[in-house]
C-alpha cells in the first residue's frame, strides 16, 4: 500500500466535520486495514503443564464443576488480554473433573473439541451417547449438541478444550441453553457412533443433521497406530515429518466446519524446516520431546505442554526422541473463504 496522506490543518478540520455524521475518511486509516502481511495481536506463548497442573487442582478444591458448570483454567494468549482467547479466533483452556463429579448437561452454538490429557475412564456424552475418554484421544462436541461430562474413576481428568467461541462472537452467533438435568439420558450404547461410521462402512440411509463428523471419538491408540505404520514408508515431509489431518467420514472434509485438528509424528532428531501458514495453530506435545522455534521464540516441550503459533509466523520442530505432537486451527474456514495460505522451506535465520 502506498505511504499514508500527509496531514493538514485544512484536512485535520474537515475529518472533525466529519465525525458527527458517523464518518471517517478511509485513506487514514487504509494501511493499517488492509496489511501486506498478516498482523495479529497473537503472540507465540507456551504453557509449561508441570507449572499449571497445580493450579488447576487449587480449582478444583475451590469451587466444584457443578458451581462452575466447567471448572477450566483459560490459556489466554498474552497478546490479547482479557479476550479469553488463545488466538485470534480459537479459545483454548484446560478443563478439570474430578473423581465423583459431574460437569452438568448444556448445549451451545460454539463447537468444541477435546484433547484427553491425564486420566482413564471418565466419560463425555453427546446427544445420549457416551465415549469413555483415554490420553490422547481427540473427542468432538458439535454446535447446539447436549452434552454432559462426568468422572467415575478414582483419580482426576484432565483434557484441553479447544472452540471456536471468538470466531462465532465475531460473527453475533452466540446461542447457549442449560439443561434441565444434570446427566442426559442414555439413548446409545457407548461405541455407537463409531462403530456406525468409523469403520469404513456407514448406515445405507443414513444423511448427516449437520456438518461435523458422525465420529465423536477418534482414540488415540487409532491415530497412534495410522502413524506407526505410514512411518514405515519413510516418507518424511521436510516441514512436517508425517503428519495427518482428522477427517469427516462422510465428507472427508475437516470433522468440525470451523476448526481442524492434525495429529504429527517426528522421528528421533528430526529437524523440520520452517513453515508458516495464515492459521494461527494450537499445539499440544502428546509424546517425547523437542524444541519448536516459534518465529525468535524457542519453547521446549514434553507430553502435555502447550503452545501457540500465530498466523504467518515461521516455525521449525526439532525432535528429541520420537515425538507425536497434536494440533488445531481455524483451517476450515479460511479454506471455505479462499484465504488460506503457506509458505514452506524457508531457510532458517
Known sequence: MHAAARSTPERQAFYDRLAPNNLAPLWEVLGALITR??????????????????????AGR????????????????PGMKGRSSITHTLYAGLQLILPGEVAPAHRHSQSALRFVIEGNGAFTAVDGERTLMRPGDFIITPSWTWHDHGNETQEPMVWLDGLDIP??????????EPGNAEQQMETKPVGDSLARFGMGLMPVDWKPAHPTSPVFNYPYERSREALETLKRTGEWDPCHGLKLRYVNPATGGSPMPTIQPFMQLLPAGFHTESY?????????????????????????????????????????????PESVLFSFSDRPVQQALGLWREDRGRPAA
Open 37 to 58: 502481511e498478516p498482523q495479529s495481536p497473537c503472540v507465540p506463548a507456551f504453557w509449561r503443564y508441570d507449572e499449571v497442573r497445580p493450579q488447576l487442582m487449587e
Open 276 to 320: 508458516r501458514s495464515t492459521d494461527a495453530t494450537v499445539y499440544v506435545a502428546a509424546e517425547g520431546s523437542g524444541t519448536s522455534r516459534v518465529g525468535d521464540t524457542s519453547f521446549a516441550w514434553k507430553p502435555h505442554d502447550v503452545f501457540v503459533v500465530p498466523s504467518w509466523c515461521p516455525v521449525r520442530h526439532v525432535a528429541g
Open 167 to 176: 470466531l462465532v462472537g465475531f460473527l453475533d452467533a452466540s446461542f447457549a
Open 62 to 77: 475451590l469451587i466444584t464443576a457443578k458451581e462452575a458448570e466447567r471448572r477450566v483454567l483459560i490459556l489466554e494468549n
